[in-house]
């Protein structure tokens, strides 16, 4: 199965900051990486599919980059409401379609 | 306005059985995929099961093989998780998702809590 790992575990980061949380897959997914918000006590939301691509609705202060093995979910400027939990996860080729570990993004 | 609400769950013994359910509204059911996605207390996210819309393909991740079965009623915009011979490490909050383009879990439904506990 592939592995997803996303670095950092946590942060915390300031209003107006730009955060950055990078997810690594076990082996080569092309771009078929997707990144869910996931506030508490409520269930996960698409941010972005197929690396890059943005979902009906999310602020366009989110971006997603990389292919291959390396990918980036980017944040340009920290608002509040941003505090939650993120996960990346691949769905290249067939199940399973693995999610990261997470990581949880507080406001200081 | 893209609506999933799941329902069946519950205090289940080791052993033990329960149905979910996930109701769905706002698109057309048939023309998508449907997957249930799980969260163990304080964890984080495991995809379960996915389903296609002519409910043709099944697939499984290995720890629910043979106990689990998904499937789907389009008539009824309605999706389903039988499951079987259920585990403590089958606790869980059970979310089904609508997929797009096979493999993007584009709307999720707000949850169901399945404890097994003896």
């Known amino acids: 199965d592939i592995q997803m790992t996303q670095s950092p575990s946590s942060l915390s980061a300031s209003v107006g900051d730009r955060v950055t949380i990078t997810c690594r897959a076990s082996?080569?997914?092309?771009?078929?990486v997707n990144w869910y918000q996931q506030k508490p006590g409520k269930a996960p939301k698409l941010l972005i599919s197929a690396a890059s691509s943005v979902h009906t609705g999310v602020p366009s202060r989110f971006t997603g980059s990389g292919s291959g093995t390396d990918f980036t979910l980017t944040i340009s400027s920290l608002q509040p409401e941003d505090s939650a939990t993120y996960y990346c996860q691949q769905s290249y080729n067939t199940p399973p379609y693995t999610f990261g570990q997470g990581t949880k993004l507080e406001i200081k | 306005e893209v609506q999933l609400e799941e329902s069946g769950g519950g205090l289940a013994q080791p052993g033990g059985s329960l149905r979910l359910s996930c109701e769905v509204s706002g698109f057309t059911f048939s023309s998508y995929g449907m997957v249930w996605v799980r969260q163990a207390p304080g964890k984080g996210l495991e995809w379960v099961s996915y389903i296609s819309g002519s409910s043709t393909t099944k697939f499984y991740t290995d720890s629910v093989k043979g106990r689990f079965t998904i499937s789907r009623d389009n008539g009824k915009n309605s999706l389903y998780l039988q499951m079987n011979s259920l585990r403590d490490e089958d606790t869980a909050i059970y979310y089904c998702?609508?997929?797009?383009?096979?493999?993007?879990?584009?709307?999720w439904g707000q949850g169901t809590l399945v404890t097994v506990s003896s």
């Open positions: 998702a609508r997929v797009e383009l096979s493999t993007i879990f584009d709307y």
């Open positions: 082996q080569r997914v092309d771009k078929y």
